[in-house]
């Protein structure tokens, strides 16, 4: 056997052991906190979400509008799918973030009201 061979195994044998002391003992851990952010999580998600929603549609529509733009500008698709995708995420992700703090204010009213 080669020495690439014996390093492979000898690395297996030393690092098993230490994933699983770890893994075993981290996974009880991940459970609880788990059940304890899921709350969380959720709340965080639906805050996010028109951000999100906007730096996709931005991507795909970056991706369209620089490819063609590009192709019959230069002839190379590349760049301008590079700069397509920069370019529509920004923008999506400035439009998400609009949407997403006017309904924000929008729910904060609505307790103020109530």
């Given at each position: 056997?080669?020495?690439?061979?014996?390093?492979?195994?000898?690395?297996?044998?030393?690092?098993?052991?230490?994933?699983l002391?770890?893994?075993?003992?981290?996974?009880?851990?991940v459970?609880?906190?788990?059940?304890?952010?899921?709350?969380?999580?959720?709340?965080?998600?639906?805050?996010?979400?028109?951000?999100?929603?906007?730096?996709?549609?931005g991507?795909?529509?970056?991706?369209?509008a620089?490819?063609?733009?590009?192709?019959?500008?230069?002839?190379?698709?590349s760049?301008?799918?590079?700069?397509?995708?920069?370019?529509?995420?920004l923008v999506?992700?400035?439009i998400?973030?609009?949407?997403?703090?006017?309904?924000?204010?929008?729910?904060?009213?609505?307790e103020?009201n109530?």
């Open positions: 056997m080669t020495a690439k061979i014996w390093l492979f195994v000898v690395l297996i044998a030393v690092l098993a052991p230490v994933y002391l770890f893994g075993v003992a981290t996974s009880k851990n459970k609880k906190m788990s059940e304890k952010n899921k709350e969380e999580y959720e709340k965080n998600r639906a805050k996010h979400r028109y951000l999100i929603l906007g730096q996709s549609w991507m795909g529509v970056g991706v369209a620089g490819s063609v733009i590009s192709y019959f500008s230069t002839g190379r698709v760049t301008g799918i590079c700069l397509g995708i920069g370019l529509g995420m999506g992700m400035m998400g973030a609009m949407i997403d703090r006017k309904k924000n204010m929008e729910q904060k009213a609505d103020v109530l």
